[in-house]
C-alpha cells in the first residue's frame, strides 16, 4: 500500500509541473500575429492541366467554359 500511495504522490506531482508550465506559457508568452499570403497560380484557379494535358493540380477540376471570343448568340 504505501508504494501505492507514493505512485499517486509522485503522478500528482508531475500532472502539477504540467500544469504549472501550461499556467505560464499562458501568462507570460504573447504570440505576435502576422499576416500570411500565398499566391494561387491562376492555372490552378481555372482547372487548367497545361500544354502536356497529364496529371497535375488541375487535372481532376472540370474545364471552365471561358472562350476569348465575344458571344454569338441573340
Do not use: W
Amino acid at each position: 500500500m504505501p508504494s501505492l500511495i507514493r505512485l499517486v504522490i509522485v503522478l500528482l506531482f508531475l500532472g502539477g509541473l504540467v500544469f504549472a508550465g501550461m499556467f505560464a506559457l499562458v501568462t507570460f508568452v504573447e504570440p505576435t500575429p502576422k499576416e500570411v499570403s500565398q499566391r494561387i497560380p491562376t492555372r490552378d484557379l481555372l482547372g487548367e492541366t497545361g500544354p502536356e494535358g497529364g496529371g497535375g493540380a488541375g487535372a481532376a477540376l472540370p474545364q471552365p467554359n471561358v472562350t476569348s471570343e465575344p458571344s454569338t448568340a441573340q
